[in-house]
């Protein structure tokens, strides 16, 4: 019997998202980003939390969401708080 992983990494950003066009943005960018295992992304709490594959850089991941055109104001690599 196998147990269920967690993925190497999680990254969390918060995001400057004031509709539901801006969410949709930064959902379809994750949906389509190979190495994603779960995504969610609240407008809510204007957040994005990603669990990502090792090979998966947050880097990556940080570029991906500004091509939207949303302003990242924070993000945490596996706990870490990192320059955005």
Do not use: W
């Not at 269920?4 to 400057?16: E, G, L, M, S």
């Amino acid at each position: 019997m196998s147990t269920p992983t967690t993925p190497p990494h999680h990254y969390h950003f918060a995001i400057t998202m004031t509709c539901t066009g801006c969410s949709g943005a930064v959902d379809r960018v994750l949906k389509k980003m190979e190495g994603v295992n779960k995504y969610e992304v609240s407008l809510a709490a204007q957040t994005a939390d990603v669990y990502a594959d090792e090979g998966l850089a947050y880097e990556t991941v940080l570029e991906k969401i500004k091509k939207t055109g949303k302003a990242v104001t924070k993000g945490v690599r596996d706990g870490e708080e990192v320059a955005v």
